[in-house]
C-alpha cells in the first residue's frame, strides 16, 4: 500500500470531511431556525436589510420604516410554511404584528358613516396614521382575511348580535363597516341609539346588533349611566332583564372587563335596587366579576339551544394608562405612541390575568360550547392605536390646549376605527 506524502490527505478522505463539515453546519443553521422561528430566507433578508440601514443617515422614522418593511418581507417567507386556519389547531394568542405599507384599507372613517364620532381618528386630527398598517400574524397558521360576500352568505337569514359596553359597540361599527360599502344603499337599512343599536342587509336577511349591557348583568347603571363608579350597583345574581333580549339569536358575542376596572371593590346588591345605598355589600371586584360570569354561564346553559345558537366570549381589551409598563418612563400613557409594543408575550398592568382566568375557568365547566375570541395578547402590544386625544368631547373635537393636556384628556381605553377592532372581526371571521 502506497503510503501518502507527510501532510498530504488522500482525496477520497478530504471529500468526506468537507462533506460531514457542510452536513454539521447545515444541521446548526436549522436548529437555530427552530429554537429562533427563524429561516434561513429570513437571516439573509435580516442581514440585507441590517446592511442597508447601516450605511443609511435616515431619522428614527425611516428606521421605523425599514423595520417595518423587513418584517412584511419576512412573513412573506413564512406563509409559505403555514397551514391553512383550523379553530382547534391555530392560536390566535401566538404571533406578531407585521407593518405592511401596501395593505387596503377596507373602510375609511370618511367612506363609513355610522362611526362614533369619538373613535375617528383621522377626522379629529391625529397626523400619523401608521398605526392602520399593522396586521396580525399567527405563528402556525394564516389567518383567513375578511370576506364580506362570505361573511354574508354565513349570516344569510341569521341574527349576529354584539353584547357588551362601548368597546363592543366599537367592534360592532367595525363589523358594519367592514361589510356595509358591499351593499346597495336602497339594500340596507340601520337603526342606532345609545342601547341598542342593527344593521340589516335586506337582500340576505341578515342582521348585526348591539346591545348594550356593560357588566352583562344587571346594574343600576344599565339605563342611566352613573358617572360615579363608587355609586354604581350590580345584581351579580340577575341577568334576565337583559337575557330575555338574546333569546332567539343565531350569533352572540359576549364581553365585559373594562367597568368592573373602576374600583378595587363593586357594590353587589341580592335583591332589587329599591334599597339604593342600604341593600349592598361590597366585594373584591374579581370576586364580583366571576360571580357575573357564573349568572352568565347558568342562563346560556339553561336557554341556549347550541343546535341552533353559537356563542362566543370576546376576552378583555386592555387599556394603556401606564407608559412605564412599556419602558417609557417620560411618556404620559399612551399619548404620542406610534409604534407597538415589539416584545413577545408583552403584558401589561391594563390586562388583569386573574379575571382572565375566571372566563376560562368557567366556560370550561359550562354545557354549551362557547367559543372564547381571545383578542387580549394581540391587543396588549397595541398602545400606538388607541384614540389618544384624537376624539371628542360633548360633541367637539379636543381644542389645541386641551390636547396639550394629555393627563387630562387622552383616552388609552377605546380605539381608534378603523383600527384594532378590525382585526377582531377579522378573527371572528375565521371562527365563523
Known sequence: ????????????????????????????????????????????????????????????????????????????????????????????????????????????????????????????????????????ELDDCTLP????????????????????????????????????????????????????????????????????????????????????????????DSISAHAQSWVGVDILVFSTYTWWMSVESIKCSWHSFVNGEEGYDELDRRIAYRLGIKTWANWIDSFINPNTTRVFFATMSPSHTRSLDWGREDGIQCYNETMPVARRGFSGSGTDMEMMQAVTDVVERMKVPVTVLNVTQLTNHRIDAHVSVYTQLDGKVLSDEQKKNPHRYADCIHWCLPGVPDIWNQLLYAYL
Open 145 to 236: 382575511r375578511f370576506n364580506v360576500e362570505n361573511v354574508l352568505q354565513k349570516l344569510r337569514g341569521k341574527r349576529l348580535m354584539f353584547v357588551g359596553d362601548s368597546l363592543q359597540r366599537a367592534q360592532w361599527q367595525s363589523f358594519v363597516c367592514l361589510i356595509q360599502a358591499h351593499i346597495p344603499p336602497k339594500r340596507k337599512l340601520i337603526k342606532r341609539n345609545e342601547a341598542n343599536c342593527w344593521f340589516k342587509a335586506k337582500d340576505y336577511n341578515a342582521t348585526i346588533e348591539f346591545y348594550w349591557t356593560p357588566f352583562i348583568v344587571e346594574s343600576n347603571t344599565d339605563k342611566y349611566i352613573v358617572p360615579d363608579p363608587n355609586k354604581r350597583i350590580l345584581r351579580v
Open 1 to 136: 500500500m502506497k503510503i501518502p506524502p507527510k501532510g498530504k490527505t488522500p482525496l477520497s478522505l478530504a471529500i468526506i470531511i468537507i462533506a460531514v463539515i457542510a452536513l454539521m453546519s447545515a444541521t446548526f443553521t436549522e436548529d437555530l431556525r427552530v429554537l429562533t422561528g427563524t429561516s434561513t430566507f429570513k437571516a439573509k433578508a435580516a442581514a440585507a436589510a441590517s446592511s442597508s440601514s447601516s450605511t443609511s443617515t435616515s431619522t428614527s422614522t425611516s428606521v421605523e420604516r425599514d423595520v417595518s418593511s423587513r418584517e412584511t418581507s419576512e412573513a412573506v417567507v413564512d406563509e409559505e410554511d403555514k397551514i391553512e386556519f383550523k379553530r382547534k389547531k391555530c392560536s390566535t394568542t401566538k404571533g406578531k404584528w407585521v407593518f405592511n405599507s401596501s395593505k387596503e384599507m377596507p373602510y375609511t372613517d370618511e367612506s363609513c358613516p355610522y362611526l362614533d364620532k369619538q373613535l375617528v381618528c383621522q377626522r379629529n386630527g391625529r397626523p400619523d396614521d401608521k398605526y392602520l398598517y399593522w396586521e396580525w
